[in-house]
């Protein structure tokens, strides 16, 4: 499938979700896999690289991710976030998500370093009342550590946090790390989802 194959992005409203879990890891597999030789931002070499970006930037990626993720959050948690860059526009997508389905989602940013000027905030968006439930979104989750930062601000600012979501599980320590610090972690993808089915896409020999 190439991307002009897709349905509109109005239809991807209205997708059964199965539907558009595999419609999504099509477009992980047109934009954003790549193998070769990389190294990752936590210094470690690799076989293969995920641009998460290239779908949670993409219209019909925002869309999908957005339902997707929306349909894991429990109902009694009110806010979405994560680190500033990777995770700014997942926020977003699930509170847009969250804006059409009545289900009201507020969409946190959190900086990697104190604003400098201002109130020299940590974290953009509005003040949630003490103890907000507050769950982390990260689009491919390596060591973890990215959004254990999150994590720490948030819970410095006051509010719950227990739980990980993320994209791609590249099943490098990431859950264990995030276990071993007493939090919850869901993918809606483990790595080996994405390499089967690259795989299967490219063209016999």
Known sequence: ??????????????????????????????????????TLSSGQKSTYYINGKQVTLHPAGGVMMGRLLLDRIPPEVTAVAGLTLGADPMVSGVSIVGAYSDRPITPLIVRKEAKG??????????TLPAGA?????????????????????????????????????RQQGGREFYESKGLKFE???????????????????
């Open 117 to 126: 000027h201002g109130t020299q905030a940590y974290i953009e968006g509005p």
């Open 187 to 205: 993918a809606l993808f483990a790595i080996a989802d994405l390499k089967a089915h690259y795989a299967k896409r490219q063209p016999s020999a």
């Open 133 to 169: 439930s507050v769950i982390v979104l990260e689009d491919v989750v390596t060591t973890g550590q990215s959004a254990w930062k999150a994590v720490e601000r948030l819970r410095g600012a006051g509010y719950t946090v227990d739980t990980v979501l993320a994209l791609v599980d």
């Open 1 to 38: 499938m190439t991307l002009s194959n897709h349905p509109s992005t109005l239809a991807l409203t209205t997708l059964p979700l199965p539907e558009v879990r595999d419609r999504l890891l099509d477009l992980f597999c047109e934009v954003a896999y790549q193998e070769g030789d990389f």
